[in-house]
């Protein structure tokens, strides 16, 4: 089922889905979305002020923190350009997981991979970061991005849809494609590839 529009303009897509079903978009949150933001803020500027996630939450459960595949210990200090990718996970197991969380005592032993602090602000203006959420900050995070927006890479979306289990579409109550009611299942018929989606979630309570 082809979607005719002009490519350069995203596909706007809402789902209406059973509050259990949010866990089965972890595929697409460590796949990587993209949001509009100010430039030149700090990660932790970033997170708490301009997204809302809590500074609690950022300085407990946030352990692991990429920046442009660098391991961040400085949130304070690492600072968002146009197109940066920043990557959050929560404690992972072992060694490996306590050698990349951040401040922790095994920081010397990756030095080649850290992120070199930047203390230099650079453009305020808006511009776009590439977001990964993995393992429990998916799970717990998510369903806050879900429910604003994101936007996904059309061949992701696609892959998606072709992917997920049957009791999904049993969890998804409702489908809009720019505005205009379908029917749930021909989200596997859409030609999702070479478009851009932004996918906004409404979780049924």
Not at 7 to 24: A, G, S
Not at 54 to 60: E, F, G
Not at 73 to 87: C, F, K, M, P, R
Request: aromatic share 6%.
């Amino acid at each position: 089922m082809k979607h005719e529009q002009d490519n350069n303009i995203p596909i706007n897509l809402v789902l209406t889905v059973d509050p259990d079903q949010i866990q089965l978009f972890s595929i697409l949150l460590r796949q990587g979305f993209s949001l509009e933001i100010r430039m030149g803020s700090s990660v932790r500027d970033l997170l708490c002020q301009q997204i809302g996630v809590s500074a609690d939450y950022l300085d407990q459960r946030i352990q692991t923190i990429f920046l442009n595949g660098k391991v961040v210990d400085d949130v304070n200090t690492a600072v968002i350009q146009q197109g940066s990718t920043l990557a959050l996970s929560a404690a992972m197991p072992g060694l490996a997981g306590a050698t990349l969380r951040r401040g922790g005592a095994y920081a010397a032993m990756r030095s080649q991979i850290s992120h070199k602090n930047n203390t230099s602000g650079g453009s305020a203006e808006n511009g776009t970061v590439i977001i990964k959420l993995f393992n429990l900050v998916a799970m717990e995070l998510g369903p806050m991005f879900l429910e604003q927006g994101i936007r996904v890479n059309g061949k992701n979306m696609e892959f998606f849809f072709q992917k997920v289990p049957d009791l999904f579409w049993d969890g998804c109550r409702a489908a809009e494609i720019d505005g205009i009611s379908r029917k749930v299942r021909d989200m596997a018929l859409v030609e999702w590839k070479n478009r851009q989606v932004f996918l906004k979630l409404k979780i049924e309570k």
